[in-house]
Structure formats: C-alpha cells, structure tokens
C-alpha cells in the first residue's frame, strides 16, 4: 500500500511541477510518465485523465502539510503553528502552482454536484488543524469559548478567503506576503 501511495504521489508531484513549468495545456500524460518515471498503467490506475489530476492538489497540499508537521518544534504555540502551516502551503501555491489551476479547482468545488474533495474531513489537513486546535485548546492558546469544530470552520474559512480572494484577483499580488500580513488578522479572535 505505501509503494502505491508512493507512485500515486510521484505522479501528482511531477504532473504539478510540469503543469507550472509548462502550463496545463502543453503538459501531456506523455511528459508526466516519463519524467516521473512511472508508467502509463501506472498513470491511469490513479487517474482517468490529465482533467482529473486537478482534484489531486488536496493531495499535494496534504503531503506538504505531513511534510511541514514533522518539523515543528512540540513546544510551540498552538496559534503559531496554525499560523507556520498556513503560510508554508501558501508559499508552496504561490511557487509551484499557477493561479489558473487553483482557479479551476476551487470554481470545480463550488459548481459540482458530486465529490467536493478539499472538504473530506479524513484529509490529512483537516486531521491535524484539529490535532492542534484541541491542544492549543487544553494548554489555553486557543479559545475555548467555541468549540474545536467551530475553530477550525473559522480556521480553515480564513484559508479558503485568502486563496479565494488570491484567485479572482489572478495572481496580481504576493500570496505569501498577503497571507502574512492578514491570516492573523482574521484569525486573531482564535487565540487566548
């Protein structure tokens, strides 16, 4: 099972990297099996088509959020941590992954009928943002005049704005920079 997680994600990674290097049109399913070294049964056991891929930037994000987890420092606030996740998956966005296809997937979550996949509760994201938001809770970083549940709604909301708002402005400012400036701002209520 960790090999198939293992290609699933070489897969994803490099289809992103080439989708920012040479734009979504001119990546084919060609130049994603070869630069990631897998196979074209590899490629369509995961996914039906280059389309489908777009749904995978919850992986991506996800991967990069275990990534990051593993270097935090356990003696750190809980509101800082909040704060660190946040803006090492935005600057990932803003480096690797065009403003387009970040369009394309959230204007694909709101329209859909069927699998609205950043929402998953089982995704890794959403399992630690409620991992810290209880600590921060039980060691008073975080209020507890709301619950965990309402937390991290507000939490992951002022995410969801930020990249939202990042969209339909097409990219024309630093998300980085931006997130920086005022995550803690829509967050500030959060912290004790």
Not at 18 to 30: Q, S
Not at 73 to 101: R, S, W
Not at 114 to 128: A, T
Request: proline fraction near 2%.
């Amino acid at each position: 099972m960790a090999q198939a997680n293992t290609t699933k994600m070489k897969i994803t990674k490099v289809a992103w990297r080439l989708f920012h290097e040479k734009g979504y049109n001119e990546t084919t399913i060609d130049d994603i099996v070869a630069e990631s070294g897998t196979s074209k049964g590899s490629f369509y056991h995961y996914y039906n088509s280059k389309d489908e891929l777009l749904s995978s930037l919850s992986d991506l994000c996800d991967a990069k959020y275990e990534e990051t987890v593993k270097t935090l420092d356990p003696d750190m606030n809980a509101f800082d941590k909040l704060l660190f996740l946040c803006y090492t998956v935005h600057d990932m966005f803003e480096k690797e992954i065009p403003v387009g296809l970040i369009a394309s997937l959230y204007s694909s979550q709101v329209v859909t009928k069927g699998d609205r996949h950043l929402q998953h509760k089982d995704r890794f994201y959403y399992k630690i943002i409620r991992e810290i938001i209880q600590e921060g809770q039980y060691r008073g970083e975080i209020t507890d005049d709301l619950s965990c549940d309402e937390v991290q709604k507000l939490y992951t909301m002022a995410e969801r704005a930020i990249i939202y708002d990042y969209c339909i402005c097409d990219g024309s400012y630093s998300l980085s920079d931006y997130t920086r400036e005022v995550m803690p701002r829509l967050i500030c209520s959060l912290k004790k």
